[in-house]
């Protein structure tokens, strides 16, 4: 079974903390992870935090719920491949990017930021997780928002257990 580590922000999570929990691979969400909600550009230090993961001997790659046409060009702005429509928090999304990084499961950590996705999506396939806080709600849509009400008794659950970061 993966753990979970929540973390406020991805550029928070350095190589020596994969290192330590034996995490080689990390399976990147888009939205609210390394960029706001529907933006194409990157959140602050983003850019520099995946050179110093690659730097680092890290493999990365994109598993989102997005549609190709908004996640295809931002993979590639990052030089990363990419799992569009990956339908978290079903685990198949997750196992195939496993699969393409050459990686067992249990080497792999999602970085994301929602509990009813992400979170549930690395309970279902194995993997751990790096569960962020959104970078920004405000201009999230209304079920999302609705959803993030939802996820507050998860997060704080998950505190308790003394899994932040
Ligand atoms: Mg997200």
């Not at 979170?119 to 959104?134: N, Q, Y």
């Amino acid at each position: 079974m993966g753990k979970t580590w929540c973390y406020r922000r991805a550029i928070d999570i350095t190589p020596e903390d994969l290192k330590e929990r034996g995490i080689r691979g990390l399976l990147l969400d888009i939205d609210n992870t390394l960029t706001t909600y529907g933006s194409t550009e990157l959140a602050e230090g983003v850019l520099e935090w995946l050179d110093t993961m690659k730097t680092a001997g890290i493999a990365l790659t994109v598993v989102s719920n997005a549609l190709d046409r908004r996640i295809a060009p931002f993979a590639e702005k990052l030089g990363l491949r990419h799992i569009s429509l990956a339908c978290k928090p079903s685990p198949i999304g997750f196992w195939r990017a496993a699969r393409r990084v050459g990686l067992p499961l249990k080497q792999c950590a999602a970085v994301g930021d929602q509990i009813f996705t992400d979170w549930f999506g690395t309970k279902f396939s194995g993997v751990s997780c790096f569960l962020l806080e959104p970078i920004r709600t405000d201009n999230e849509k209304p079920f999302l928002r609705l959803r993030r009400r939802w996820e507050k008794p998860f997060r704080r659950a998950l505190l308790k257990k003394g899994v932040q970061q």
